[in-house]
């Protein structure tokens, strides 16, 4: 996955904004891990109206309020805002663990044509291999919400194994019952530079602001 920004530098929305150009350091945060690329801009309604329901998401699987241990997301905004301005207005009251381009970087813009992205907001769902789980998760994180997270897990077979015991780590992973249904509903596609592809399901539907 972190050879997607290879080359890059991703900042943490932190007080300090700290950048993670090392590619160790981007590897340790990206790998293994689902990778959501949110495209959006504090100038969209429909995206000030959203940003709600994403933060809460993303706290809830992520902050030790809600859970032992944080979830293997990562959560990189992509803006598409006018101005740095506008992108440090709209980062100033989001989590301290989502990252983001700086604003002068061109793979801003690069990443929505590379993944089709046509409205706003999008959230696109990456295998921690960068395979496209799903190409626009928005509409299910607001119908579902943390829970999704299960079903994206297992389709992607993104095992935790710090939950499991020394001697069972070698074994097959458990298969549930309703694991066919989620292969059929995530199908991969792969992520190729200026790839269109076939749209994934819950795409955001016409009505939306156009992206480009």
């Known amino acids: 996955m972190a050879s997607l920004f290879s080359g890059r530098v991703l900042i943490r929305n932190n007080s300090d904004q700290d950048e993670l150009d090392m590619e160790a350091e981007l590897s340790r945060k990206l790998e293994n891990r689902l990778v959501l690329l949110f495209f959006g801009t504090g100038a969209c309604p429909e995206c000030q109206a959203f940003v709600p329901i994403l933060k809460d998401f993303f706290v809830r699987l992520t902050d030790e309020f809600y859970v032992l241990r944080a979830a293997q997301i990562a959560l990189v905004y992509v803006s598409q805002d006018p101005t740095e301005e506008q992108q ?67 389709a992607a077979e993104v095992l935790d194994r710090s939950f499991l015991p020394p001697e069972d780590l070698e074994d097959a992973v458990p298969r549930s019952l309703t694991e066919w249904l989620r292969r059929r509903k995530y199908r991969v596609e792969k992520a190729t530079p200026g790839g269109g592809g076939p749209r994934g399901e819950g795409e955001a539907e016409d009505g939306a602001p156009a992206l480009f």
């Open 88 to 154: 440090d207005l709209f980062l100033r009251d989001m989590p301290e663990k989502w990252l983001f381009l700086p604003f002068e970087d061109d793979l801003r813009r690069d990443l929505g044509r590379q993944f089709s992205v046509e409205r706003l907001p999008a959230v696109v769902v990456l295998k921690p291999g960068g395979d496209v789980l799903t190409r626009d998760a928005a509409e299910e994180i607001q119908r579902l919400g943390p829970a999704c997270f299960a079903n994206w897990q297992e």
